[in-house]
């Protein structure tokens, strides 16, 4: 027990150094930091009001109106920030890949996966969160719901577990590189899917759609389940702290077997220029 | 120090035709070919040997030496390190080594040099007292404090490679791994760089496994040498021995008053250039004395001195077999 | 043009390597499809017609949108930022070759192949799955392959132009993602602008963005009178001549710039 706390700490120390080193390689390019301030808050911000706009046309989405809406897609936001933050490099694993950058994490010694996402942590993922935190802001008081504490701590914990979801979704896309040795970025069609998938509800898909969401690619616990929870929306569904610890637990899993696909991929890792 | 056992490692190549109906082709059919880049490689590396891996291009030297250092999982056989396997607990045996390779880096590119340090004392868990004393010891020998505060991309490869090595050091592991490590480097980098190897290997008893092209390292570092090509061991002993064992021979080197050269039944002349002529002989077939006195008989000579096999001729004969 | 010729042919071969990569696409690509088709189904429920659109030739749409943007993939952007980066391009410049001529057709190059490995496998896809997206009116058809070559230049210029940032800022990533939103939301390639408020769609009018997508569309499942086509091809047109202006101008001042400067 005193070892596992010991290495949790080891982790966590490092982490430290390698956000500070994040920020230090930030500051030494400040027009990027203009560039993505300008680029990420206008795609959520023209994002949504294409939203709006569609619901003005066609009136409420399945039932959905404006108000659960806006706080749909302001979670959804949320956790695609997180997951830029930590789990972007998925999405460039093939490069890594076929340039060999993973020699560097296997001659040392913690964790490659670790390694590989947090030696290239992005902090320009920040940029991300803003859109996403005054969406869901806008969202909470525009659907009515009754902020509390336990409300908050629901909110944070499926946040947690949506943002393992889509991060092991990106660590099982990227890992297929290590079999294929090629360096596809998905990263354009991988958002683009989860866009459609969890900014609006997923009941308004046909059921064999929303079955494989739901049990395959469980896309559907990123956002809809949650929200569907948090706001009393039926669909069989217990409100409370239950959703809530599905939901993290979903994502425990699918981080599990993507951790466990990634390392499979990294005993066929050939290095570069064999 | 380290154990290889049986080592093997294959690839599977996809076969891929000319031209653009080669590439409409590969679309659909799956030609694949398995290559053996190494071949059931055994050998035990002592503690505090400097070993130098020389092979041609391709030969399986980068393959096996990134086995050995835990990047690439072997087809079969084993690798152990301070008598564990590295395969099976990569985590605990990286502790005990480090990596340079010459064409890449591992310094942090964008921000000054000390912050990179500052990281790996991190990873590795290393003492403020270890680390300053360490980066003392690395000072004396590389002069590498003045380099701290620079930012890596502003650096000569020369300075970087400094960088890599001292970065490598830090945690002072017991085995370091150089795959061609003065590739590209002029000659005042190679020399300090050769310096430093030698020094760490005497001072801290590191064991030392490179790879590399250039026979200045070999010259200067390797006490043993270990000869690859197509993936299978074709000598390991120290330089004298196996230059005795493969390269037998030596050359007298006769200068004539003309261009005319006579030849010899016992040896063969391998170059002749104006006045003066190359003759190869074998050690044990007869000796320099023989030749200049059969020689000299013919006609008369003005000059005469005898050459040793060295290792451009070892490696001539290792590559071409 | 012979030189031309051979970059397009060397271009086709080397995309033709990564036979993962394109079935990964095809896959990726119809699962977008069908999901918007769906989008589109479950929005349409128990309405027909939308902005005089109606839910059949909106599925069309989604089909034809997804095989035009197979011909609106450009790399021209990454390959100018790629080039100042690596201080290379003075010397590409100096070539006996015109830089931004390479890049188009390496860009020709690569679509000549998506054409095979994406354009087809999607639309056929899309014709068994969806929906067999018949043309409107087929009379309209030499208006809609003049208004896909225009998008595809007015695509392309749009993309060189941000491309050519890379002089500016160095590192120009961000302003290409700034690039790509503006087309992937403003040019009706995921949801048309006439289903935006009019003041937003009547501004929207005068970018040049839904002149990429949304009017050979547009033709493609007839909405509106041919008057009203006609009228918008000729705002692509003039925005096709306004960005070749810029285009030259932009180019002409970086050459100047890069060879008093030597990059």
């Given at each position: 027990?005193?070892?596992?706390?010991?290495?949790?700490?080891?982790?966590?120390?490092?982490?430290?150094?390698?956000?500070?080193?994040?920020?230090?390689?930030?500051?030494?390019?400040?027009?990027?930091?203009?560039?993505?301030?300008?680029?990420?808050?206008?795609?959520?911000?023209?994002?949504?009001?294409?939203?709006?706009?569609?619901?003005?046309?066609?009136?409420?989405?399945?039932?959905?109106?404006?108000?659960?809406?806006?706080f749909?897609?302001?979670l959804?936001?949320i956790?695609?920030?997180?997951?830029?933050?930590?789990?972007?490099?998925?999405?460039?694993?093939?490069?890594?890949?076929?340039?060999?950058?993973?020699?560097?994490?296997?001659?040392?010694?913690?964790?490659?996966?670790?390694?590989?996402?947090?030696?290239?942590?992005?902090?320009?993922?920040?940029?991300?969160?803003?859109?996403?935190v005054?969406?869901f802001i806008?969202g909470c008081a525009?659907s009515g719901v009754q902020v509390s504490f336990l409300f908050m701590v629901q909110v944070i914990i499926m946040l947690i577990?949506?943002?393992?979801?889509?991060?092991?979704?990106?660590?099982?896309?990227?890992?297929?590189?290590?079999?294929?040795?090629?360096?596809?970025?998905?990263?354009?069609?991988?958002?683009?899917?989860?866009?459609?998938?969890?900014?609006?509800?997923?009941?308004?898909?046909?059921?064999?759609?929303?079955?494989?969401?739901?049990?395959?690619?469980?896309?559907?616990?990123?956002?809809?389940?949650p929200v569907?929870s948090l706001l009393g929306?039926?669909?069989?569904?217990?409100g409370g702290m239950t959703t809530a610890f599905?939901t993290l637990?979903?994502?425990?899993?699918?981080?599990?077997?993507?951790?466990?696909?990634?390392?499979?991929?990294?005993?066929?890792?050939?290095?570069?220029?064999? | 120090?380290?154990?290889?056992?049986?080592?093997?490692?294959?690839?599977?190549?996809?076969?891929?035709?000319?031209?653009?109906?080669?590439?409409?082709?590969?679309?659909?059919?799956?030609?694949?070919?398995?290559?053996?880049?190494?071949?059931?490689?055994?050998?035990?590396?002592?503690?505090?040997?400097?070993?130098?891996?020389?092979?041609?291009?391709?030969?399986?030297?980068?393959?096996?030496?990134?086995?050995?250092?835990?990047?690439?999982?072997?087809?079969?056989?084993?690798?152990?390190?301070?008598?564990?396997?590295?395969?099976?607990?990569?985590?605990?045996?990286?502790?005990?080594?480090?990596?340079?390779?010459?064409?890449?880096?591992?310094?942090?590119?964008?921000?000054?040099?000390?912050?990179?340090?500052?990281?790996?004392?991190?990873?590795?868990?290393?003492?403020?007292?270890?680390?300053?004393?360490?980066?003392?010891?690395?000072?004396?020998?590389?002069?590498?404090?003045?380099?701290?505060?620079?930012?890596?991309?502003?650096?000569?490869?020369?300075?970087?490679?400094?960088?890599?090595?001292?970065?490598?050091?830090?945690?002072?592991?017991?085995?370091?791994?150089?795959?061609?490590?003065?590739?590209?480097?002029?000659?005042?980098?190679?020399?300090?760089?050769?310096?430093?190897?030698?020094?760490?290997?005497?001072?801290?008893?590191?064991?030392?496994?490179?790879?590399?092209?250039?026979?200045?390292?070999?010259?200067?570092?390797?006490?043993?040498?270990?000869?690859?090509?197509?993936?299978?061991?074709?000598?390991?002993?120290?330089?004298?021995?196996?230059?005795?064992?493969?390269?037998?021979?030596?050359?007298?080197?006769?200068?004539?008053?003309?261009?005319?050269?006579?030849?010899?039944?016992?040896?063969?002349?391998?170059?002749?250039?104006?006045?003066?002529?190359?003759?190869?002989?074998?050690?044990?077939?007869?000796?320099?004395?023989?030749?200049?006195?059969?020689?000299?008989?013919?006609?008369?000579?003005?000059?005469?001195?005898?050459?040793?096999?060295?290792?451009?001729?070892?490696?001539?004969?290792?590559?071409?077999? | 043009?012979?030189?031309?010729?051979?970059?397009?042919?060397?271009?086709?071969?080397?995309?033709?390597?990564?036979?993962?990569?394109?079935?990964?696409?095809?896959?990726?690509?119809?699962?977008?499809?069908?999901?918007?088709?769906?989008?589109?189904?479950?929005?349409?429920?128990?309405?027909?017609?939308?902005?005089?659109?109606?839910?059949?030739?909106?599925?069309?749409?989604?089909?034809?949108?997804?095989?035009?943007?197979?011909?609106?993939?450009?790399?021209?952007?990454?390959?100018?930022?790629?080039?100042?980066?690596?201080?290379?391009?003075?010397?590409?410049?100096?070539?006996?070759?015109?830089?931004?001529?390479?890049?188009?057709?390496?860009?020709?190059?690569?679509?000549?192949?998506?054409?095979?490995?994406?354009?087809?496998?999607?639309?056929?896809?899309?014709?068994?799955?969806?929906?067999?997206?018949?043309?409107?009116?087929?009379?309209?058809?030499?208006?809609?392959?003049?208004?896909?070559?225009?998008?595809?230049?007015?695509?392309?210029?749009?993309?060189?132009?941000?491309?050519?940032?890379?002089?500016?800022?160095?590192?120009?990533?961000?302003?290409?993602?700034?690039?790509?939103?503006?087309?992937?939301?403003?040019?009706?390639?995921?949801?048309?602008?006439?289903?935006?408020?009019?003041?937003?769609?009547?501004?929207?009018?005068?970018?040049?963005?839904?002149?990429?997508?949304?009017?050979?569309?547009?033709?493609?499942?007839?909405?509106?009178?041919?008057?009203?086509?006609?009228?918008?091809?000729?705002?692509?047109?003039?925005?096709?001549?306004?960005?070749?202006?810029?285009?030259?101008?932009?180019?002409?001042?970086?050459?100047?710039?890069?060879?008093?400067?030597?990059?």
């Amino acid at each position: 027990m005193s070892k596992l706390f010991d290495t949790l700490r080891h982790y966590l120390d490092v982490t430290g150094q390698e956000i500070k080193i994040a920020f230090m390689t930030m500051i030494e390019y400040p027009s990027n930091i203009v560039g993505w301030l300008i680029s990420n808050p206008l795609q959520f911000i023209m994002g949504f009001a294409i939203i709006k706009f569609v619901v003005e046309s066609f009136g409420e989405i399945n039932g959905w109106n404006y108000g659960q809406l806006a706080f749909l897609y302001g979670l959804s936001v949320i956790s695609h920030a997180l997951s830029m933050i930590f789990f972007v490099q998925g999405w460039f694993m093939g490069w890594f890949v076929i340039e060999g950058d993973f020699d560097r994490y296997l001659t040392r010694p913690l964790g490659v996966m670790y390694q590989f996402f947090f030696t290239n942590i992005n902090i320009f993922g920040i940029t991300d969160l803003i859109p996403g935190v005054i969406v869901f802001i806008y969202g909470c008081a525009k659907s009515g719901v009754q902020v509390s504490f336990l409300f908050m701590v629901q909110v944070i914990i499926m946040l947690i577990g949506a943002t393992l979801i889509r991060g092991g979704i990106y660590i099982f896309l990227g890992s297929t590189s290590f079999h294929t040795r090629s360096a596809v970025d998905f990263g354009q069609y991988t958002q683009e899917i989860m866009d459609k998938t969890t900014m609006y509800p997923l009941s308004m898909y046909p059921e064999s759609m929303q079955f494989i969401l739901t049990y395959l690619i469980p896309v559907g616990w990123v956002s809809f389940y949650p929200v569907s929870s948090l706001l009393g929306i039926d669909n069989g569904l217990s409100g409370g702290m239950t959703t809530a610890f599905i939901t993290l637990a979903v994502g425990l899993l699918v981080m599990f077997l993507a951790g466990a696909y990634f390392n499979l991929g990294l005993k066929k890792y050939e290095s570069a220029g064999n | 120090m380290i154990d290889v056992k049986n080592l093997n490692k294959d690839y599977t190549v996809k076969q891929k035709g000319a031209g653009l109906s080669g590439a409409l082709k590969g679309l659909v059919t799956r030609n694949t070919e398995v290559v053996h880049a190494v071949k059931n490689l055994s050998f035990h590396i002592d503690e505090g040997e400097i070993v130098g891996f020389i092979g041609p291009n391709g030969a399986g030297k980068s393959t096996t030496i990134k086995m050995m250092s835990g990047i690439l999982t072997p087809t079969s056989g084993s690798v152990l390190i301070g008598g564990e396997d590295i395969t099976k607990h990569r985590k605990e045996v990286v502790r005990n080594i480090g990596v340079v390779f010459g064409q890449r880096t591992q310094l942090n590119w964008d921000i000054r040099l000390g912050e990179t340090f500052e990281l790996l004392k991190h990873i590795y868990r290393i003492k403020q007292t270890d680390y300053d004393k360490t980066l003392d010891v690395m000072n004396d020998i590389l002069g590498i404090k003045e380099l701290i505060d620079k930012p890596v991309r502003q650096m000569s490869l020369g300075q970087r490679v400094k960088g890599d090595l001292v970065a490598s050091m830090l945690h002072s592991p017991k085995v370091l791994f150089l795959d061609e490590p003065t590739i590209g480097l002029d000659v005042s980098s190679k020399y300090s760089l050769r310096t430093f190897i030698k020094e760490i290997n005497k001072v801290k008893k590191t064991t030392i496994v490179l790879t590399t092209h250039d026979l200045g390292d070999i010259q200067e570092l390797c006490e043993r040498l270990i000869i690859i090509n197509h993936g299978v061991m074709m000598e390991d002993g120290n330089l004298k021995e196996i230059t005795e064992r493969i390269a037998p021979y030596k050359t007298l080197v006769v200068e004539y008053y003309d261009e005319e050269a006579p030849e010899h039944d016992k040896c063969e002349i391998i170059a002749h250039e104006g006045n003066v002529a190359r003759y190869r002989f074998t050690k044990s077939e007869t000796t320099a004395a023989d030749i200049i006195a059969d020689l000299s008989t013919q006609k008369s000579l003005k000059d005469i001195s005898i050459e040793e096999a060295g290792i451009d001729d070892i490696i001539k004969i290792a590559y071409g077999s | 043009m012979k030189k031309y010729l051979y970059i397009i042919k060397t271009q086709i071969i080397k995309s033709m390597a990564y036979e993962f990569n394109v079935y990964g696409n095809i896959i990726m690509q119809t699962i977008i499809m069908i999901t918007s088709a769906y989008f589109w189904r479950a929005l349409y429920t128990g309405r027909s017609v939308v902005d005089g659109v109606d839910v059949g030739s909106m599925q069309i749409y989604i089909i034809i949108s997804s095989v035009l943007s197979v011909l609106l993939i450009t790399n021209v952007e990454r390959r100018i930022g790629r080039s100042v980066e690596k201080g290379t391009v003075a010397t590409d410049m100096m070539k006996p070759i015109s830089l931004f001529g390479m890049f188009l057709a390496e860009d020709i190059g690569s679509i000549i192949a998506l054409i095979f490995q994406n354009m087809l496998p999607i639309l056929l896809i899309g014709s068994l799955m969806i929906k067999i997206p018949v043309m409107a009116d087929i009379s309209d058809l030499p208006m809609f392959v003049i208004a896909v070559l225009e998008s595809f230049l007015i695509n392309w210029l749009i993309a060189a132009l941000f491309g050519m940032t890379a002089f500016t800022t160095i590192n120009n990533d961000a302003l290409i993602q700034v690039k790509k939103h503006l087309i992937r939301l403003l040019s009706g390639s995921i949801i048309p602008i006439w289903f935006f408020p009019e003041s937003v769609s009547n501004v929207l009018s005068a970018l040049p963005f839904v002149y990429i997508y949304q009017l050979p569309l547009s033709i493609y499942i007839g909405r509106g009178d041919r008057a009203e086509m006609i009228s918008q091809m000729r705002i692509q047109f003039i925005w096709l001549v306004i960005l070749s202006v810029l285009f030259f101008y932009v180019q002409r001042r970086i050459t100047r710039k890069v060879m008093v400067q030597g990059g």
